[in-house]
């Protein structure tokens, strides 16, 4: 098993379908991360998990709607996207939140779902 | 709040040249500092960091970065380029705090010559 794993890889799907994106990591973390990533823009920072609760919603659209029921799996739940939504949805990992000696921040990534919407 | 520029959004270097991604970074205290590389269709894979002590970094693929607190910078280079090393390269930044925002940089594409 890879560290973290992304399904699925490709998801098209249309303005007024439901759709989740999962992600699962092997790695014994506490904190898992969702990022978007648009064509010529930076990667963007969605939700932050820390032992399954959130710490972090920056600002993201209601249609989408994160899901951690443990520390392992983390949900990307989504509904009437728009087509600008269109994007890689990467999810990582770190050991921890807080940064120090032990624990530099290193985060894992998955593959990436790549997500057209029409 | 800390931050990272790459120069140059796009680097073209002929196999078997210089390969040199250049980074600055913005920090009130001492950072960590990342290089990471994206291949075409993968998620970001991590080359090499920097916390504390020596400050030339050595990373995978025969990637190296040298942190230069005087300049802010923390430069990727590898000497002899391979058509494998195209692809994207993201420099990060973070501190050692309770702060775990890990700040990235717009990325440089390498394309290789042969």
């Known amino acids: 098993e890879t560290g973290v794993t992304q399904t699925p890889r490709h998801l098209v799907m249309g303005m007024t379908n439901k759709k989740s994106l999962k992600c699962e990591q092997h790695?014994?973390?506490?904190?898992m991360y969702w990022y978007k990533q648009s064509a010529k823009k930076p990667l963007e920072l969605m939700f932050v998990?820390?032992?399954?609760?959130?710490?972090e919603n920056n600002s993201v659209p209601s249609r989408f709607s994160p899901e951690c029921p443990n520390s392992s799996h983390l949900f990307l739940h989504l509904h009437t996207l728009q087509p600008e939504d269109s994007a890689l949805y990467l999810c990582?990992?770190?050991?921890?939140?807080?940064?120090?000696?032990?624990?530099?921040?290193?985060?894992?990534f998955g593959e990436g779902s790549r997500l057209t919407v029409l | 709040a800390q931050s990272v520029t790459q120069l140059g959004s796009h680097v073209s270097v002929s196999e078997g040249a210089l390969v040199l991604l250049r980074c600055n970074y913005s920090?009130?205290?001492?950072?960590?500092l990342f290089w990471y590389v994206q291949y075409p269709n993968q998620g970001l894979q991590l080359l090499l960091k920097?916390?504390?002590?020596?400050?030339l970094v050595k990373g995978i693929n025969g990637f190296e970065a040298e942190f230069k607190k005087s300049e802010t910078s923390f430069h990727l280079t590898k000497p002899s380029a391979h058509m494998s090393d195209a692809a994207e390269y993201f420099c990060?930044?973070?501190?050692?705090?309770?702060?775990?925002?890990?700040?990235f940089g717009a990325g440089t594409t390498v394309t290789v010559r042969a």
């Open positions: 920090s009130s205290v001492p950072p960590y």
């Open positions: 998990y820390s032992l399954e609760e959130r710490v």
């Open positions: 990582a990992s770190s050991q921890d939140l807080d940064r120090g000696p032990r624990n530099t921040g290193e985060l894992f």
């Open positions: 790695l014994g973390h506490n904190a």
């Open positions: 990060a930044v973070t501190i050692p705090s309770n702060d775990y925002k890990l700040s």
């Open positions: 920097y916390t504390t002590g020596a400050t």
